[in-house]
């Protein structure tokens, strides 16, 4: 990976991260296929003016759609529902293993002995971090959010098979055809639609747009342009650090508590990814990011 390739990729713990948070305060006030969909519909309604549709890979796009979007944030954020942001954060670092995993075993990628290594020390950080808050009591959550880890990865697996798509192209009309999904999905297995949206005040409209604007359109654009130029396995440790986000916006928005625990997995969360860094190519000139 580039220097601005690495930079590019801090892009997307960050901008999930805190969005993770967020959308734990949005559950509180909409059904969550409701607040998905409303989310993509926004994204999908910015992105699709600066695409075309891809025709020839609809059918490939609208799976994305149902496994990576409906079926996956359905399974997540109800999961996220029963515990608090900080831990459901952890969880979901599952994602980044099972990514990097598949990538091997189901694209021929090479994991390499510094990056197994640097993925082993972080997964320690999160095991470590599991420990707090405890998780007595709410296992059907945890089991919602590790299923939803595991079908997130493989829709990265279907994305990165896209290939001669663009990120932006592979996002809009992701979002297009998860909205009507979402939506159908909602009034049929959810209900108090129509309460939440004339009840909802600014902030839970604001989170709306964070979740849409930031978290989806400059998120997931990043994410799927690394996804294309980049091997699953040397991008997917960078997922890690989603939870140091998480914990940090949960203490200051959700009051949550940080613990020694907590710090210490931190620390072994970034070293693990730090050390992927080591046998990656750094370029020997200044790299432009305008």
Known sequence: MTSKQILLALIVPITWGLGFTL??????????????SIRFGIAGLVLVWFTKPPWGHMREIFMVALIGSTIQYGLTYNGL???DASTGAILVQLEGPILALMGVFLLKEKLGITRALGMGLAVIGVIIIAGEPRLDGQLDSVLLLIVGSAVWAIAQIMVSRLKGISGITI??????????QMLIASLIIEDGQWLAITTASYIDWSIILYLALIMTVLGYSVWYHLLSSVDVSKVSPFLM???????????ILLDEKFTSS???GGLMIMAGVAST???????????NLS
Do not use: C, D, H, Y
Not at 243 to 249: G, L, V
Not at 277 to 287: C, D, F, Q, S
């Open 241 to 251: 650090l989603l939870p140091i986000t998480s914990i940090i916006a949960g203490m």
């Open 262 to 264: 907590m710090a210490i």
């Open 171 to 180: 996002l809009a009309w992701v979002a297009i055809m998860a909205t009507p």
């Open 81 to 83: 529902r029963g515990i």
């Open 23 to 36: 959308a734990k305060i949005g559950l509180e006030q909409f059904p969550t296929l409701l607040i998905m």
């Open 277 to 287: 860094l080591i046998n990656w190519n750094w370029p020997k000139k200044t790299i």
